[in-house]
């Protein structure tokens, strides 16, 4: 699947704001920064993304085809951490207890439990699946949550353009060519692996079995859950968040030394390929809630290319809003 290239960057005041903020930023210099960012990284290919700076008098927000709906991967885990903390707080489940992991739940792009067999915590579950991307990880979590639960609490959270997958390796049959509803298991994996086969590939952005949303989803997402109004308990917003901080795409982009929560999220399918990275940083006291994604199809030898070209986008960005608030 090819996405159209979009390449018109726009900076503009967030419908909380005033106008004077628009006058302020562009007198200080932060604004005119923040648009130059904005427009780099909206000439990367199939670019969508959206900035909302929470300042206390002068609130912001930088955009870029907000309203996109792309292939968003791994990050549409935020929504499954949520859920299964919910399911902790109503006493379904609990953090400590075991989880299985074997050949009935193994998925693709598993790096902690690829090769293990036995139950771990599920905690450590949950952290596998920030932390690392373990689809496995996500795989058990889902089940454990429960998909229409999860999919209600995209709903509660007004996100209109994001959809999940029934689980990891129900996607991947699918793409693969599989019927709706069918999971070809872990040796329909591994077979896999030497790439999808031909003739059967379905794209990755569908309105079957994929990871989808919009940067105005995430960005509302993430305003919102880093608040609090989906759980009932301090502490478990706290769990949340310790988690959420554990993305390893967060000390690539973010400023140094600054707080943030995110998930990302990739893909490489028969010729497509997505970056995804939706958050939210603390600079000061000011939330900086952010969403950059890119789909592109071409060979996968360019992906390092463009893999390098959208962090620093992304890190550029970035930079450019922790000053504009600072």
Known sequence: MTLDR??????????????AIASRAAAQGGGARVQAAVARFAALPSASCLVVAEHPTTPWQAAHQPAARLFVGSAIKTFILAQVLREVEAGRLS???QMTIDDTVRSL???VFLNLT???PARSVLEAMIAHSDNTATDVALAAAGVDRVRALIAEAGLKATQIPNSTRRLFSWLAGAPEGVDLGWAGMQRLVSGPPGGTTRPALNDHQTMASTSEDMVRWYR???RGPFFKKPGTLLEFKRIQAMADAIVHVVPPD??????GGSIEWAGFHCFSLPGQMIVGKVPVTFCFTINWSGPDDGVG???KS???AVADVLKEAAQAVG
Do not use: C, W
């Not at 979009?6 to 106008?19: C, E, H, I, Q």
């Not at 600054?258 to 998930?263: G, P, Q, R, S, W």
């Open 6 to 19: 979009r390449t018109l960057a726009v900076l503009a005041v967030s419908a909380l704001a005033t106008p």
């Open 95 to 97: 953090e400590d207890q």
């Open 109 to 111: 792009s598993s790096p």
């Open 118 to 120: 036995g139950t771990t």
């Open 224 to 226: 919102q859950a880093l």
């Open 258 to 263: 600054t707080i943030a929560y995110a998930k």
């Open 305 to 307: 290319a463009i893999f």
């Open 310 to 312: 959208y962090v620093g």
